[in-house]
């Protein structure tokens, strides 16, 4: 088996684990679970498969499995799991870790959005307050709200499935 296949099986596995698949009825039920039409859903796989494949670490792929739990209880739509998928796979995973748990760095809001301005997940704001003074602002942009918001959700069932290695936060698995 080469190396990239190796590590792809890899990211593939972890994805199942993290997910929680458990039997080829979990397989065939999710078919009903992630909505919208047959092109849809063959979208979303797709795009699925190429973050996992594209996916530098295995904590990106803890994070795309936590959106997917998101997807497939109906907390976010196809079309953003898709956006949000395209986010993961383009943010250097220093700033995802910063973006999704800037607690653990300590790091108040503004400086946190701040260091990942340079992202999708963040945007400017327009004030006239900012404007005057010259400084730029930055809040969550709609992306990156959705992102924090479906991770959130994906890793509360994560826990609650009980995985038995603790991976309830994006940082504490170093098997990369």
């Known amino acids: 088996m080469a190396v990239r296949d190796g590590m792809f099986f890899r ?13 080829d009825t979990d397989l065939a039920d999710l078919q009903s679970r992630l ?4 092109a849809d859903r063959e979208r979303t796989v797709g795009v699925l498969v190429t973050a996992l494949e594209r996916s530098f670490t295995l904590d990106k792929v803890d994070v795309l499995a936590a959106i997917f739990l998101a997807l497939t209880r109906g907390a976010m739509t196809p079309k953003d799991f898709r956006a949000c998928s395209f986010a993961i796979d383009q943010i250097y995973i220093d700033d995802l870790r910063l973006f999704l748990e800037p607690e653990k760095v300590g790091l108040d809001q503004a400086d946190y959005l701040y260091k990942v301005a340079h ?14 003074s010259g400084t730029t602002y930055y809040v969550e ?7 924090r918001a479906a991770n ?7 826990d609650i499935q009980s995985d038995p290695r603790g991976t309830g936060s994006l940082g504490e698995r170093s098997d990369e």
């Not at 199942?16 to 698949?21: A, H, K, L, R």
């Not at 942009?141 to 992102?147: N, V, Y």
């Open 11 to 23: 990211k593939v596995c972890r994805f199942i684990e993290s997910v929680g698949f458990e039997s």
């Open 35 to 38: 909505g919208g039409d047959k």
């Open 119 to 132: 992202t999708s997940l963040v945007v400017p704001q327009l004030s006239s307050i900012a404007l005057h």
């Open 141 to 147: 942009s709609e992306l990156g709200l959705t992102l």
């Open 152 to 158: 959130r959700q994906g890793r509360g069932m994560m």
